[in-house]
């Protein structure tokens, strides 16, 4: 029953897409071999979020079987923007009816759902005669009232431009678009059958594109939480593919750009971050409803343990439960800002207004004063200089530094409610001297990152949003002041609310500390993870902070995945890998992050 809701609220609930157009990667003919004349070879393949393995497979079915002279254009279609998604059956449904957009409405282009593995030559394919048609596809054999399946296409971009609009692809539902392509006489030709096999279709030496049309049988299972996978015979294909692309060392981009064209090497190096994201690329789906409860739940427990915390009697075994309690649980709350700066931009806007609205900015901590990036050495460096602070950055804090942090965490709520009362009005009045005001407090307070208090940023981002959100946490200060000063709030609450304030700026700086990047001798740097008792998660590094180290590497993994996909690593990687000697003991690495300035210094 959870699945099915799963998969309803997935179908149903698709976010829009960020990317302008595809992502074309470029496969040159090989060294050595005299180049064809023959034009390239354009594939467009229809993708998702989710389907990273996948698409490493089928990129590399085709490598496997490509025509050494000549070149190959890869299209990878994926979050376009602009399409309605709403309904579809899978998020890349209606990105094949704008290939003669993308392809400039000129040439030939082969349309590949990601769901497929190549076992001939494509340039076979995109050499077939057309007969005058605008497309070739197999014939449906699906209950669906076209007669065609376009999973496995071969277009003639400029017949099809007038029917396959981008205007329609975005807009229109898929039945309609049959609808107009079946409307059109001498459109569809027939496509040889082996080039679309659908599952049970699949001969071994006659099949030349295997398509997994089943979602429950698809080998890499892409959505494990919605469907509950079963294996079939075909799927050894599959499989057998993906150990050839591994023992090759074969890796493929996983980060998605903006539509654009690039050169894509044939190999790289196994070193780095593609090989994880590979590894886990199945693991990269958000599920809103898992941020939507643990957020409410949260929040919801903070506020009512912090009422009891201020109304109970003073100074009793209760009232300290209470405050216990309320900063534990506000602190997990305000912790979703680092899960939000790690969201890709356009995606998860609803829970981003929902965090702001019920804790960021009653707690005066909006996201926009969060940016997780640390800046390389040189940028802090120039910063610091500017500053008049000669002196290189520090990467661990020594026992001076940690005197100052506890100094720090005493100040921060009083800043913090000074930055909002005092600034908030100048930078809403003129939001275009908020970068030279910002960048003249640091140099004031060079010990305070803008994570934290000043909501600091060199360039920072002027809209709409963040000018509301200013008003609002200054609209709340105006409130809590008017409350004390007619007596609303006892006065004698302000020393409590202090200290819980205090509480939870503490628990962040511990949590901070863990954090904290090793300096690796490559000039590297390098997080770690955090193994202990399952509480950490709860308390001390909520939502997966414990795995600092593989969320540097992969930064978009949801929280609720950060821990099966740390399973999966230290299961696959090699002893000797960085991201397995990144792994410590909470005691070893309390140590780690507390003690390495001091023992270079001695």
């Given at each position: 029953?959870i699945r099915?809701i799963?998969?309803?609220?997935?179908?149903?609930f698709?976010?829009?897409?960020l990317?302008?157009?595809?992502?074309v990667y470029t496969?040159?003919p090989?060294p050595?071999?005299?180049?064809?004349?023959?034009?390239?070879v354009?594939i467009?393949?229809?993708?998702?979020?989710?389907q990273?393995?996948?698409e490493r497979v089928?990129v590399?079915?085709?490598m496997?079987?490509?025509?050494?002279?000549?070149?190959y254009?890869?299209?990878l279609?994926?979050?376009?923007?602009?399409?309605r998604?709403?309904g579809?059956?899978?998020?890349f449904?209606?990105?094949?009816?704008a290939?003669?957009?993308?392809a400039?409405?000129?040439?030939?282009?082969?349309?590949n759902?990601v769901d497929?593995?190549?076992?001939?030559d494509?340039?076979?394919?995109?050499d077939?005669?057309m007969d005058?048609?605008?497309f070739?596809?197999v014939?449906?054999?699906?209950?669906?009232?076209?007669?065609?399946?376009t999973?496995?296409?071969l277009?003639?971009?400029?017949?099809m431009?007038p029917?396959?609009?981008?205007h329609r692809?975005q807009?229109?539902?898929?039945d309609?678009?049959m609808?107009?392509t079946n409307?059109a006489e001498?459109?569809?030709g027939?496509?040889?059958?082996?080039?679309?096999a659908r599952?049970?279709?699949?001969?071994?030496?006659?099949?030349?594109?295997?398509?997994f049309?089943?979602?429950p049988?698809q080998p890499?299972r892409?959505?494990?939480r919605?469907?509950r996978y079963?294996k079939?015979?075909?799927?050894a294909?599959w499989?057998e593919?993906e150990r050839?692309?591994?023992a090759?060392g074969?890796l493929?981009p996983?980060?998605?750009?903006?539509?654009?064209?690039?050169?894509?090497?044939?190999?790289?190096?196994a070193e780095?971050?593609a090989p994880i994201?590979?590894a886990?690329g199945?693991l990269?789906?958000?599920?809103?409803?898992?941020?939507?409860?643990?957020?409410?739940?949260?929040?919801?427990?903070?506020?009512?343990a912090?009422?009891?915390?201020?109304?109970?009697?003073?100074y009793t075994?209760?009232?300290l439960?209470w405050?216990?309690?309320?900063?534990?649980?506000?602190?997990r709350?305000?912790?979703f800002v680092?899960?939000?700066?790690?969201i890709p931009e356009?995606?998860m806007r609803?829970f981003?207004a929902?965090?702001?609205l019920?804790c960021?900015?009653p707690l005066l901590t909006?996201s926009?004063m969060?940016?997780?990036a640390?800046p390389t050495d040189?940028?802090?460096?120039?910063?610091?200089?500017a500053?008049g602070?000669?002196?290189?950055p520090?990467?661990?804090p020594?026992?001076?530094?940690?005197g100052?942090q506890?100094?720090?965490v005493?100040?921060v709520?009083?800043?913090?409610v000074?930055r909002?009362m005092l600034?908030?009005?100048l930078?809403?009045l003129?939001?275009?001297?908020q970068?030279?005001?910002?960048?003249?407090?640091?140099v004031?307070?060079?010990g305070?990152k803008?994570?934290?208090?000043?909501?600091?940023d060199l360039?920072p981002?002027?809209g709409w949003r963040?000018s509301?959100a200013?008003?609002c946490?200054?609209?709340?200060?105006?409130f809590v002041?008017f409350?004390?000063?007619d007596?609303?709030?006892p006065?004698?609450?302000f020393t409590?609310?202090?200290?819980l304030?205090?509480?939870a700026?503490?628990?962040?700086?511990?949590r901070?500390?863990?954090s904290?990047?090793r300096?690796?001798r490559?000039?590297?740097?390098q997080?770690?993870?955090?193994?202990g008792?399952a509480v950490?998660?709860a308390?001390i590094?909520?939502?997966?902070s414990?795995?600092q180290?593989?969320?540097?590497?992969?930064?978009?993994?949801p929280?609720?995945?950060?821990?099966a996909a740390h399973?999966r690593l230290i299961?696959?990687?090699?002893?000797?890998?960085a991201?397995r000697r990144?792994?410590?003991?909470l005691g070893a690495a309390?140590r780690?992050a507390t003690g390495t300035?001091r023992?270079?210094?001695a």
């Open positions: 029953m099915t799963e998969r309803v609220l997935h179908k149903s698709r976010p829009e897409g990317n302008a157009g595809p992502v496969l040159p090989l050595g071999t005299p180049p064809s004349r023959k034009p390239a354009r467009f393949i229809g993708s998702e979020p989710g990273i393995r996948a089928l590399w079915s085709i496997r079987h490509r025509d050494p002279t000549r070149a254009e890869l299209h279609m994926r979050d376009l923007a602009g399409f998604r709403v579809w059956v899978t998020g449904t209606n990105y094949r009816y290939i003669p957009h993308f400039g409405f000129a040439g030939r282009a082969i349309y759902d497929q593995v190549y076992l001939e494509p340039a076979r394919l995109f077939l005669e005058g048609h605008g070739l596809a014939a449906n054999r699906t209950r669906r009232r076209w007669s065609f399946d999973s496995v296409s277009i003639d971009c400029a017949r431009a029917i396959w609009t981008l692809a807009t229109l539902a898929v309609q678009l609808d107009l409307a001498g459109l569809r027939d496509l040889p059958a082996a080039w679309n599952d049970g279709e699949y001969r071994a030496g006659e099949s030349k594109v295997l398509h049309t089943k979602l049988a890499w892409p959505f494990p919605q469907y079963a079939r015979a075909e799927g294909v499989r593919l050839e692309a591994d090759a074969f493929w996983t980060e998605g750009a903006h539509g654009g064209r690039v050169e894509w090497p044939l190999r790289i190096s780095g971050p994201a590979a886990i199945d990269m789906e958000y599920r809103p409803w898992i941020y939507f409860a643990d957020l409410t739940v949260s929040a919801a427990v903070g506020y009512f912090c009422w009891k915390y201020f109304t109970v009697e003073d075994a209760e009232q439960f405050f216990i309690v309320a900063g534990l649980a506000l602190f709350a305000g912790v680092n899960e939000i700066a790690h356009g995606r609803a981003k929902y965090w702001n019920i960021g900015i909006p926009f969060y940016q997780p640390r040189q940028e802090e460096l120039a910063r610091r200089q500053a602070l000669n002196s290189p520090e990467d661990d020594t026992p001076r530094s940690l100052s506890a100094l720090k005493l100040a709520p009083l800043l913090g000074l909002f600034l908030s009005p930078l809403f003129n939001p275009r001297h970068g030279w005001i910002m960048a003249r407090l640091t004031y307070f060079p305070l803008h994570s934290e208090v000043l909501g600091h360039a981002t002027v963040r509301i200013e008003l946490c200054f609209g709340v200060m105006m002041i409350a004390y000063s007596d609303i709030v006065w004698s609450t409590e609310l202090y200290a304030s205090v509480f700026v503490a628990l962040h700086c511990l901070a500390l863990f904290r990047r300096r690796a490559a000039s590297l740097d997080g770690m993870t955090v193994e008792p950490l998660d308390l590094l909520p939502l997966g414990r795995y180290a593989l969320r540097e590497t992969v930064p978009t993994v929280y609720h995945n950060l821990g399973r299961a696959g990687l090699p002893a000797d890998s991201y990144g792994v410590r003991g309390l780690v300035a023992k270079s210094r």
